[in-house]
């Protein structure tokens, strides 16, 4: 005779991008559909000798989704993770749990490329003025699992806390493993996505080294092709999205759509 299954059904209440098409589930589904592009003209630095000059900038203003001391010392990066979890967790209305509640939520979130920008940013303030004149929050602010510690503190989530490091895969692998989290019966809510801004001189030269973007710079909103039979790359970009993943069961005691 065989046993029931058990296994919790995991369900999605919550979403939030956060992306250069727009903040908000509604702005991106919204550009998606008419088909605008996130493309345009880098402006995070001067791409004077650089053979490439456009990529995907997220129009975010920081201190609409954080304090703005934690905006000034963190990464791009943390910035858009942030405000990706506040809208995922707004949109599943979700309240802040109590301390009993709050083990059972956890956060899964990853990044590929880490606090690219404060990095780059810091290595030339060690070169140019010296090792006494690094910010001493270069490192806790710059390193892969930093939005996911951010992400916890913020909103009280004191469960399952990691990141995952697989590259472009990282925030689906996130996913994924949230997902399993909730399943083998270790929390009852997951916030779980990923965030990047590699807009940054180092990593557009790398790419660009390696012949992956596009240079078609005259126009950035048609350059990412890929299935024409004259692509030439991808372009750079920033962004991120965030989903609350829970129990079927929980999510119908609150009411939560799924």
Request: charged share 25%; hydrophobic share 45%; with cysteine.
């Amino acid at each position: 005779m065989s046993r029931p299954d058990t296994t919790p059904r995991v369900v999605v209440t919550g979403v939030g991008p956060a992306c250069s098409l727009g903040i908000g589930r509604a702005d991106v589904w919204a550009a998606a559909v008419d088909g605008r592009s996130g493309a345009g003209e880098i402006t995070r630095f001067d791409t004077d000798g650089f053979r490439v000059h456009m990529a995907c900038e997220t129009p975010l203003e920081a201190t609409d989704f954080m304090d703005r001391r934690l905006a000034r010392r963190s990464d791009p990066m943390s910035h858009i993770a942030l405000a990706a979890a506040r809208l995922a967790i707004e949109d599943a209305g979700l309240d802040r749990p109590d301390h009993a509640a709050s083990i059972r939520q956890g956060v899964i979130f990853s990044s590929g490329g880490g606090g690219a920008a404060l990095r780059e940013e810091q290595h030339r303030t060690f070169m140019e003025r010296g090792a006494d004149r690094v910010n001493p929050f270069m490192i806790p602010h710059t390193i892969v699992n930093t939005p996911a510690a951010l992400i916890a503190a913020e909103f009280g989530l004191r469960g399952p806390n990691f990141s995952t490091t697989t590259a472009c895969a990282a925030g689906a692998d996130a996913i994924g493993v949230a997902a399993a989290t909730i399943r083998r019966g270790e929390a009852d809510v997951m916030v779980a996505g990923g965030s990047d801004a590699l807009v940054t001189p180092l990593f557009v030269a790398g790419f660009d080294a390696m012949r992956v973007l596009s240079r078609s710079n005259d126009e950035p909103e048609k350059a990412a092709r890929p299935f024409d039979r004259d692509r030439d790359g991808f372009l750079i970009g920033e962004g991120g999205a965030a989903l609350v993943l829970e129990t079927a069961e929980g999510a119908e005691k609150r009411g939560a759509p799924v």
